[in-house]
């Protein structure tokens, strides 16, 4: 990957096409799981999103090899897909854009606050 593809993200483009061909395959249970999958983990991304693609492709992969063994996606990833997408991407205690935005309000906040009352 170079500079330019890196700074316009086609790239990424490039991954999500060949992920999307790769679902194309897939029974409808599973597609609609894909669906699924790739909401959930949207929130764990960073910036780009670049750190997503490694996690997308494996649960991809994960998808396309129970589907050639026949199994049910219910066999596979159960009723909570938003826990299955959580543990894929660092379980419980992993933080999504919403909670290190918090968190970094809170620090320039109390940084703040600080200087105003010492």
Known sequence: MNLWEKMTGSDLTRECKAFEVRAQVLPAEYRAAWE?????????????????MPILDSALGLLEETAADGRSIHEVLGDDIGGFCAALAGGDGAQSHRDRWREQLNRNVARKLGRLGG
């Open 36 to 52: 699924e999958i790739k909401g959930h983990l949207f929130p764990y991304g960073d910036f780009s999103g670049r750190n997503l």
